[in-house]
């Protein structure tokens, strides 16, 4: 679910954590993408931290 927020969200050119959270809450297309539940800002950071972790490992 937080991979498709995140790509969504850059596709649209919106890369802070606060910002992919505010887009979760208000906008149509991420709340139907994260499944009508808001991601803590946190959480969205940590994902990507791993994602960018794992990157690097593969």
């Known amino acids: 679910m937080l991979l ?3 790509l ?5 050119g919106v890369v802070s954590s606060r910002g992919i959270e505010r887009l979760c809450r208000e906008h149509v ?3 139907a993408l994260s499944g009508d539940s808001v991601p803590h800002f946190t959480t969205l ?3 990507r931290n791993l994602e960018a972790l794992l ?3 593969a």
Not at 8 to 12: K, N, T
């Open 55 to 57: 990157a690097v490992v």
């Open 8 to 12: 969504c969200a850059y596709a649209q």
């Open 45 to 47: 950071r940590a994902s």
């Open 29 to 31: 297309t991420f709340i």
């Open 4 to 6: 498709k927020v995140i």
